[in-house]
């Protein structure tokens, strides 16, 4: 069905000129499908065609993509004249296949949305309340307890249908799209006199974006109290009541309080039932949902309203990269994050992705579902790069869904040998030689181009390290050869993402496993809880906290900034550098001005450092911030992967294509290539160079000696 979807546009005055003459309900399929560009769009956005005959008579239509129904439900949400509320009155669902002779507006879902200052009408209950004259509303909801006091006759509503010849378009049909009561005069909004300094002059509900705020705030810690007085002086802070939002009541906290306090990732005792019983409550949180059968693993794609915003804003024209195969030996069915970087380059996670099988094995499943849920949003939105940390990865899949190039990221590998030499290998002197020696291995650096060659040296050259050889057989040995094939024919990501993604990597891990959460790790429902509600909490706050000033004191300052960003605070006078013997270096502590750490193998990749941090596995702030003055003075060998990248180039110009067009093609790319490198050479040389350039860093991984993306 996909492959027949009709290609959506906004619609032009000529389009309307031909769907205003559309006389009957049978003919709604010749309506053009209307997909306003905007966010968010409201019914001012559409061209309304008034339908004649059958049931919906006298009632104005249109057709939008099913997509997009949510962005039409926010911006009828935010009328400026009427700003509403609405809330689904009723839905109905049917299967594929159910109706044998379809009519042209079945539907394979119904959903009517009703404004929620009505249908009502309690305005004048009060006076009117224990004198048994109340009678229980036509709708038959009862008395709707808890909304009374919003009730107000406002008949505005609409209904969408969800056609079920055409699954992905969405039929409005707007049955009164005015806010006004049964005298046809306006019920709430600025409209409305009697609503003037009242709440009912705004929306009937704080809005998503208050709710995720508060809720977050509460997951975080912060109490009640610290709450109602933030709201207040932010209130304060633009002059007075201006919306809803501004209305936040302490009742309205302890209730999302309660819901906080109350809230159980167990929705039942069968974990495969509590995860379906979770994606029905939170549909508009999974872009991919694949139960498990016989033939098919289970897949569960998890992205919340607030991460689609980042990934919007941090991923076009920036990078995406994946962290995958978490907890593979602690979790049921292991973790995979996608993450984008934002200006201060740490890693925010934009999407989750729960599957009982390996990531890479079902990636085409869904990463199109993901691409197509960011583009409704953003037509235009595109990444510069798709950084994969597993060899294995089908790269074709990803150009397809995201229409980037895509990026070997190493730090995986890295971070694996690095703490295993450290823990089978109590030799400082031989681990930084083996280190250094897996180095050439991974890139091919040494022993001509036959990766068994340098294998079969390494082994024989530490043959006493039994422990480690070991290890590195069983575990590396054989996947070896298709990480070396692709880093020869993948560019290979820098430090700078790396250190990123190993700061994600440790705060993940140190939030979800906590001994006090043993028992649940097997559980996929405790990880899909923890994830969006604790853990997903952490990330908003930081930002929140950063961009606003808030609540300083309450963020995290472990996790405050990743390596990269630590080593640009490092000043150059506190690096000592032998350029007439580059074995290593000395960096001076920046808290203990008589300490001074050194570094073996300085500028290089798989440089080994002999600080706390670098002892314990990590890539440290002193082995980046050498590499990067190695780099500015020129004083060291190429890193690895620029010595790989430089030898593709040099091999491209020794056997160059056949095809003239090819050729062409790949001369002007690296002639942009060494323009866009000289260009920010001369910016960091002078130091104009800002730590985030996302549209032009991107061009340049593997190719400069310190590349950045």
Known sequence: MKGHEPKTAYVSDNDYSLCSRVPRMEDILSLPVQDPPCAEFSAAHIKWVKVEGGRQGGDDIALIPFPRVDDFVRGESSNAECPASFRIESRRKRSEGSISKPRVDCYLEYTLYWCSYGPEDYRDSESTMGDGSHTKPATGKGSRPGRRHMMRGCLCHFTVKRLYTRPFLALIIYNQRKHVDKTGAPCHGILDVDAVGTRAMYAPRISEELRQKVMSLLYIGISLDNIIQHHAEVVQGHGG?????????????????????????KLHADDEFSVRMWVQRHQKHVFFFQDMSSTEPFILGIQTDWQLQQMIRYGHSGSVASHSTFGLKKLKYPLCTLLVFDSSQNAIPVAWIITSSFVTQDINKWIGSLAERIRSKDPSWRPNAFLVDDPSFDISFIRVAFQCRSLLCTWHVRRAWMRSLLKKCCNIDVQREMFKHLGWILYSTRSGSNADDAVEEFMQVYVDQCIFM?????????????????????????????????????????????????????????????????????????????????????????????????????????????????????????????LAYTLWNPGSEFSLCDCPWSRQGNLCKHVIKVAILCKNQQVARPLLASQVYRQALLTLLQNPPDDPLVLEHAILRVSRLQQDIKGLEDLSNNGSLQPSMPEMNSQLEGFSIWPRF
């Open 470 to 594: 070991d290890y590195f057989k069983r575990r590396w040995l054989p996947y070896i050869e298709l990480w070396i094939n692709s880093i020869r024919s993948l560019p290979v990501a820098s430090m700078e993402p790396q250190a990123a993604i190993e700061f994600y990597h440790l705060r993940l891990k140190s939030k979800l496993f906590d001994q006090q959460h043993a028992n649940s790790y097997t559980r996929i429902d405790w990880l899909i809880h923890t994830l969006t509600t604790g853990f997903h909490s952490l990330y908003w706050f930081d930002q929140y906290s950063a961009e606003t000033g808030y609540f300083t004191n309450a963020r995290d300052k472990s996790f405050l900034t990743n390596a990269w960003y630590q080593a640009l605070q490092i000043p150059d006078v506190d690096v000592i550098l032998d350029e007439q013997n580059l074995q290593l270096a000395k960096v001076i502590s920046q808290t203990n001005r008589s």
């Open 241 to 265: 009541p201006l919306n809803r939002d501004d209305f936040l009541t302490r009742n309205d906290v302890r209730n999302m309080e309660r819901i906080v306090r109350n809230s159980s990732y």
